[in-house]
């Protein structure tokens, strides 16, 4: 099994890793409730996408 000839420095391992941080989603607003809903999806709060009602929410 192969084996590094020398050690990795910090720098290096810190540069390999820098693309596996955690990244905030983008969020949009909703143009109906003003909530904050991720792109393309339903509204979860109104049931609202693209102008049309998709999903039903019943009043408690």
Sequence with gaps: MPTPKKKTSKSKRDMRRSHDSIKMPNLATC????EPVL???VCLE????DGKKILIKEEK
Excluded at 31 to 34: A, I, K, L, R, V
């Design 46 to 49: 109104c049931g609202i996408y």
């Design 39 to 41: 792109p393309h999806h």
């Design 31 to 34: 143009p109906q409730c003003h």
